[in-house]
């Protein structure tokens, strides 16, 4: 399956070159440009590209803050700064953004960042319809509501909670819930020595890991038990991680 790309940036000679390099590569599909930030985090959310190239300083919303709103519609998504400003490269893997390639740049620079997205081969097609959820403390149970109604579920069935298109969705071994709930939120009511917050827009179940890989320069993928999802890990988290499971 050909991976979606997307390109913003609003100089029309670097979207060119871009387009040049995705095209050259098998296994991408460019689905769209756009010239300032606006425009990208709207394709965002009708398109949900794979990818996304991003220039730094763009009209009407900058890259920085074209990332955060992308991250929150669906964290999955593979972020790769093409700017001429490396002054902004700590700001962009603050966002654990994928690869961050100063202009100008061969083409060899992009083939390669290409390749070694197709080599890590982690896309999955999911999305499915998902429920509400809220956390009673001192049970072990989470009441859940939602649009259908009320339901209960035992928090030892949880697999994993993650931000998707604005709302919190909790994966479970049979189901699935959203909620407009906070990780934070959510985060708080649940019990620590089992719920683990790997990322911005993860939480994981710490008896549902099966393996840890890298993923980009600052972030790892966690694999998990009984699903075909998995979370982002961020650097520091694992290194948290680490010590939790050493000690």
Request: hydrophobic share 40%; net charge negative; charged share 30%.
């Amino acid at each position: 399956m050909e991976l979606k790309v997307f390109i913003g940036d609003d100089e029309a000679g670097m979207r060119m070159v871009l387009r040049k390099a995705i095209e050259k590569i098998e296994g991408f599909k460019l689905v769209g440009e756009a010239e300032d930030g606006e425009a990208v985090v709207s394709s965002v959310e009708e398109i949900h590209p794979d990818i996304i190239f991003l220039d730094v300083e763009m009209p009407k919303i900058n890259g920085i803050e074209c990332a955060k709103r992308i991250m929150d519609i669906n964290p999955r998504t593979i972020i790769i700064f093409a700017t001429a400003h490396s002054v902004y490269m700590s700001d962009a893997f603050q966002l654990y953004a994928f690869d961050y390639i100063v202009k100008p740049f061969k083409l060899d620079r992009i083939y390669q960042t290409l390749n070694r997205i197709k080599s890590l081969n982690q896309y999955n097609s999911e999305q499915d319809m998902y429920k509400i959820i809220r956390h009673e403390k001192g049970l072990d149970k989470i009441l859940i509501r939602s649009k259908e109604g009320i339901s209960f579920v035992d928090t030892k069935d949880i697999i994993i909670i993650q931000r998707e298109d604005r709302n919190t969705v909790i994966y479970t071994v049979d189901s699935s819930y959203t909620t407009s709930e906070g990780m934070s939120e959510l985060e708080e009511k649940l019990d620590k020595t089992q719920f683990f917050r790997s990322h911005k827009s993860y939480i994981i179940n710490l008896s549902m890991i099966h393996k840890i890989y890298p993923y980009g320069r600052w972030t790892y993928i966690v694999k998990l038990k009984n699903t075909d999802k998995d979370a982002l890990l961020t650097h520091e988290r694992y290194d948290v991680l680490k010590d939790m499971f050493s000690s």
